[in-house]
């Protein structure tokens, strides 16, 4: 048996298997409304800010596999997808961790 070569993956494949991961998120939040009878669905499509963030998102976490692979980090197409699902999450944790700013005399 022979050693396999490691997988190198480009800067643009690891942002892509990245977006994969995190649109498969916004999938997945889809799929749940679906329970949901129609008329207490959030507005999904209709609605600019949902758009952005169905599309954002994708794009963080294409960026979060991108930086790692622009960092040397050895990826392969499984760990990467799930980068991509990680790092939106990761990020909203970290926006939830700012402190919130201290109160003025004028509050």
Request: hydrophobic fraction near 55%; glycine fraction near 10%; aromatic fraction near 10%.
């Amino acid at each position: 048996m022979s050693a396999q070569e490691p997988v190198v993956m480009t800067g643009l494949a690891a942002f892509g298997y990245g977006f994969l991961g995190a649109f498969l998120l916004g999938i997945l939040r889809l799929t749940e409304m679906a329970s949901i009878p129609k008329i207490q669905r959030p507005p999904t499509f209709s609605d600019w800010v949902w758009v952005v963030q169905f599309i954002g998102l994708p794009v963080v976490g294409g960026a979060v596999a991108w930086l790692y692979c622009v960092d040397g980090i050895a990826l392969k197409p499984l760990l990467t997808v799930h980068i991509g699902l990680s790092g939106p999450l990761i990020l909203k944790a970290m926006a939830a961790a700012v402190p919130a700013r201290p109160p003025t005399k004028t509050d």
